[in-house]
């Protein structure tokens, strides 16, 4: 498949907007996942992307964000602390949530990964969750300025070197790691779990695998990265991870096409029609009709919606432009006409009542259905005229011509 990607921004747990990157693959996601970064790193890091490429050519949506005062995002650094960053998760979550589809799957690369660990128990729709070189001890992090850590509690803050940068170090930072219970949060996660390590990870010891895996419930699964370093800074390691992640998660996360399905939990009696909302972005729903058939609808990304369906108005005019061919076929065929193939292209928009010479309405905006009917076959012009003027007697047109009488009632 492939792939695209947008630029986009969400306010953090503090309020600072933070900057994120939206993969997509070409078509209708089959999950959405969501990639937290490793310490000091962000979310252009070649581990992101590379992992982040692979799960689109799968069908995999991600979004990798900057934590608050990393990369592009807004905010201090120095004033956040681990329990910040899983805030920043979940208000990542939350707008996956509220603008396309809640994750379906969370992966964390080092202490992103520790942070998508503490994080999934409050994402009810997650239902895998990996880990890349992740420490079983959040306060694994400090080792990585041990040498500044007495001026840190002396002084309350310093500022140390991380990856050849400057970052600044306070107190209430190593305090917050300290008191994380990760192996806790662990257990109680109740989600399917994919632990990546590699055996020779030197900043990350493989140890801390072993503990995260025998902390965790079943469904869970390790897998070695053998050879790789911690930062999967070879392709080939990054586009393991993104096969793997993308098969193994298919066990666990429904597809879109599954959601698209007869077999849906949603299912309407012969007759009937129901349309229930899919649980993806604000306005995606599936339909079902008599049992038989299944549908979906939605609304275009630039009003909000995922685009994973026609609109409510696409479907009205599709159900009236079948019922135009269907009645033009069935004229044709009693008449004996050689009518080959009808087709029917319709648009709606709403014009100014005044504009409108045969409209009894005379004032405000009124609906308006363009219809362009094309006939195929050997026929005259007087026989394309009766075809297309009965078009106009179609049941659904007449319908929406008429007084129409919609009763609601409430079940309980």
């Given amino acids: 498949m492939a792939q695209s990607s947008e630029k986009i921004t969400f306010a953090g747990a503090d309020g600072d907007q933070l900057a994120a990157r939206l993969d997509l693959p ?11 970064h490793c310490f000091s790193c962000t979310k252009d890091i070649f581990a992101a992307s590379r992992v982040a490429a692979g799960l689109t050519a799968r069908g995999i949506a991600v979004l990798r964000f900057d934590f608050t005062g990393l990369g592009a995002s ?50 009810p729709e997650a239902e895998a969750v990996c880990t890349i070189g992740a420490p079983a001890d959040p306060a694994h992090v400090t080792n990585l300025f041990q040498d500044s850590r ?40 109740k989600k399917a779990l994919l632990v990546f390590h590699s055996p020779i990870d030197a900043t990350v010891g493989v ?18 990265l053998d050879d790789a370093d911690h930062l999967l800074s070879r392709k080939v390691d990054a586009t393991y991870v993104a096969d793997v992640i993308a098969a193994w998660a298919t066990r666990y996360v429904a597809t879109e096409g599954a959601l ?13 029609v129901v349309v229930a909302e899919a649980g993806q972005g604000k306005f995606a729903n599936r339909i079902s009709i008599g049992g038989r058939h299944a549908l979906r609808a939605d609304e275009p990304a630039e009003v909000g919606g995922t685009d994973t369906g026609p609109t409510p ?15 033009m076929r069935l004229y044709a065929e009693r008449k004996g006409y050689a009518l080959e193939r009808a087709q029917v292209t319709l648009s709606h928009d709403k014009i100014h009542a005044r504009d409108c010479a045969e409209c009894e309405t005379e004032g405000g905006r009124i609906d308006r259905i363009a219809v362009e009917i094309e006939l195929s076959g050997n026929l005259d012009a007087e026989t394309r005229q009766k075809i297309a003027a009965i078009a106009e007697k179609c049941p659904v047109h007449r319908t929406l011509q008429s007084e129409v009488l919609i009763e609601s009632r409430h079940k309980n």
């Fill in 26 to 36: 070409d078509g209708n996601p089959r999950a959405y996942a969501l990639w937290a």
């Fill in 74 to 123: 807004e905010g201090d650094f120095a004033n956040t602390n681990f329990s910040s960053n899983v805030g920043d998760l979940l208000a990542a979550a939350d707008h996956l949530r509220e603008h396309f589809a809640a994750p379906r799957i969370l992966i964390g690369h080092s202490l992103g990964g520790a942070a998508v660990l503490v994080a999934a128990s409050r994402v």
């Fill in 150 to 189: 007495a001026e840190i509690e002396a002084k309350g803050e310093a500022e140390v070197l991380l990856a050849g940068r400057p970052f600044r170090i306070q107190l209430q930072f190593l305090e917050d790691l300290e008191s994380q219970k990760l192996e806790r949060d662990i257990a109680a996660m």
């Fill in 207 to 224: 140890e801390n695998a072993a503990r995260i895996f025998q902390a965790a419930k079943h469904p869970k699964s390790f897998v070695s």
């Fill in 260 to 272: 698209e399905e007869v077999s849906s939990t949603v299912t309407a009696a012969p007759g009937t």
């Fill in 313 to 327: 108005y696409d479907l009205m005019l599709a159900g009236l432009g079948a019922c135009k061919t269907m009645t």
